[in-house]
């Protein structure tokens, strides 16, 4: 297991800060509409295509996966109630 280092850590959090004033559609169709998080993500792929195996991108990687997990969480409860 890999543990990130204090600048890892700081750079972690201010990106999980920026990714959550993103905005995210949840509609049927992509097509229309804003979606911030999913052009974030195609950035990020784009990104590790040029230059593989940066830490950068898979902290990116990383933290894209749990903000829309939190998201839908957010959203399952929402709905629950």
């Known amino acids: 297991m890999l543990y990130d280092t204090q600048e890892e850590k700081d750079f972690r959090e201010r990106y999980a800060h920026e990714l959550r004033k993103k905005k995210m ?11 911030e998080l999913a052009d974030e993500v195609n950035s990020v792929k784009r990104q590790e295509l040029i230059t ?3 830490r950068g991108e898979q902290i990116k990687h990383e933290e894209i996966s749990k903000e829309i997990l939190r998201r839908l969480s957010l959203r399952d409860k929402a709905i629950q109630v």
Do not use: A, E, M, T
Not at 25 to 35: A, E, I, R, T, Y
């Open 25 to 35: 559609q949840c509609s049927v169709n992509p097509h229309f509409g804003l979606d």
């Open 52 to 54: 593989p195996g940066r």
